[in-house]
């Protein structure tokens, strides 16, 4: 069992910058990859960014050269490093953990982009 709690959420203007965090209660080494998922009001939730337990990031086409995903391994965190932020960016982001065949999901973290 993985617990997975996202932080760092919040309230931003546009054009400013969030950094999120996925703290894992296992060592990030141990979960083959961990993925960044987001779910503006009333639409489905949509992969954002993933980085596997090699360090090998991916990005959606709509966050790319703005969102910077990364792992601090020592502290078991992945971090989110969201730049250029606009409004069609406010949505829940939530850390999903993938072993095998086991899914685990973060609670969420809000993300409101004023114009």
């Not at 203007?13 to 141990?30: F, K, N, P, V, W």
């Not at 779910?39 to 990005?59: D, H, K, N």
């Not at 939530?94 to 685990?104: A, D, Q, T």
Request: charged share 15%.
């Amino acid at each position: 069992q993985v617990q997975l709690v996202e932080s760092g959420g919040g309230l931003v203007q546009a054009g400013e910058s969030l950094r999120l965090s996925c703290a894992a209660s296992s060592s990030i080494l141990s979960i083959p990859d961990i993925e960044w998922y987001r779910q503006a009001p009333g639409q489905q939730r949509e992969w954002v960014a993933s980085i596997t337990s090699g360090g090998i990031p991916a990005y959606t086409d709509f966050v790319k050269g703005r969102f910077i995903i990364s792992r601090d391994i020592a502290k078991n965190t992945v971090h989110l490093q969201m730049n250029r932020l606009n409004p069609e960016d406010t949505a829940d982001y939530y850390c999903k953990g993938l072993i095998g065949e086991s899914i685990y999901w973060g609670q969420g973290t809000q993300v409101t982009v004023s114009s």
